[in-house]
C-alpha cells in the first residue's frame, strides 16, 4: 500500500464550479499535510501547509485534514482557468522526515 | 525572501555524455536541499537529499550522484547519462517545514 494515493483524474470543471481534490494516506503517523500547484512544465509551488486536523483557509483555497479516515481535501472555490493545473498532496511525520506525495490530480477549468 | 533558482529549464544531452544540474538558494542559512525526479503518473521520487556542506544520502542507486561544495548549493551529475535518466528534475529545499521547489530542469537524452 502506497503512503498516499490520490486519483490523477483527469478532472474537468466550468468556471465557478467548486472544485474538490482529495487524498487519502497509510500512516497514522503523519501529522503535517501539504498541498501543491503544479503548472506544466514548471515545478510544484506550495499552496497550503497545515498540521493535524481541522481546516486551513487561505482565500478561495480550504484546505481539510480528517485524521480519523485518512483523508485529506483541497476545496476552491470560484474556480478559475488560472487554476488549471495538476494538484499534489503530501504528507510526514515530521518536518525532518521523508515527505510522500500523490502522483497529482489534473485539473481543467473551461472558461 | 527565499529564492530558489535551477538551471538549466530544458536541456537536450546525447547518451554517454557527462551531466551537471546546479541548484542555488538565497536567503536563507543551513538549508536541506533535495534532488527530486517526477515522471508522468508516477509522482515525486527522491533522489538526493543534503543536510550540510559535503553531506549527501543517496535514495537510490542509480547512475547519478550529488554534491554541496557550498551550503546553500546543490548540484546534480552524471558521468555518463542512460536514455533511462530522462525526466523532470527538481531541486528543494526545507528548514524545519515542507519541501519548497525550483521550477524544474526538463532533461532529454537522445
Known amino acids: 500500500q502506497k503512503e498516499v494515493e490520490q486519483d490523477p483524474g483527469p478532472l474537468s470543471v466550468p468556471e465557478g464550479a467548486i472544485v474538490s481534490l482529495n487524498c487519502t494516506y497509510s500512516?497514522?503517523?503523519?501529522?503535517?499535510f501539504m498541498w501543491y500547484r503544479q503548472y506544466s512544465r514548471k515545478g510544484p509551488e506550495l499552496l497550503m501547509y497545515?498540521?493535524?486536523?481541522g481546516n486551513k483557509e487561505d482565500g478561495r483555497f480550504t484546505a481539510q485534514v480528517d485524521k480519523s479516515s485518512k483523508y485529506i481535501s483541497l476545496f476552491i472555490r470560484d474556480s478559475q482557468p488560472s487554476d488549471s493545473a495538476t494538484y499534489l498532496c503530501?504528507?510526514?511525520?515530521?518536518?525532518?522526515?521523508?515527505?510522500?506525495f500523490g502522483t497529482g490530480t489534473s485539473l481543467t477549468v473551461i472558461p | 525572501s527565499q529564492t530558489i533558482h535551477q538551471w538549466p529549464a530544458t536541456l537536450v544531452q546525447p547518451v554517454g555524455s557527462p551531466l551537471s544540474l546546479e541548484c542555488t538558494v538565497e536567503?536563507?542559512?543551513?538549508?536541506?536541499l533535495y534532488w527530486y525526479r517526477q515522471a508522468a503518473g508516477r509522482g515525486l521520487q527522491l533522489l538526493f537529499y543534503?543536510?550540510?556542506?559535503?553531506?549527501i544520502s543517496s535514495e537510490v542507486p542509480q547512475n547519478l550522484s550529488a554534491s554541496r561544495p557550498q551550503d546553500r548549493q546543490f548540484i546534480l551529475s552524471s558521468k555518463k547519462l542512460l536514455l533511462s535518466d530522462s525526466g523532470f528534475y527538481l531541486c528543494?529545499?526545507?528548514?524545519?517545514?515542507?519541501?519548497?521547489f525550483g521550477q524544474g530542469t526538463r532533461l532529454t537524452v537522445v
Open positions: 503530501a504528507t510526514s511525520q515530521n518536518t525532518g522526515n521523508q515527505f510522500y
Open positions: 500512516n497514522s503517523a503523519f501529522q503535517y
Open positions: 497545515t498540521y493535524s486536523s
Open positions: 536567503g536563507t542559512s543551513n538549508p536541506n
Open positions: 543534503s543536510v550540510g556542506i559535503g553531506q
Open positions: 528543494a529545499w526545507s528548514v524545519g517545514g515542507p519541501r519548497l
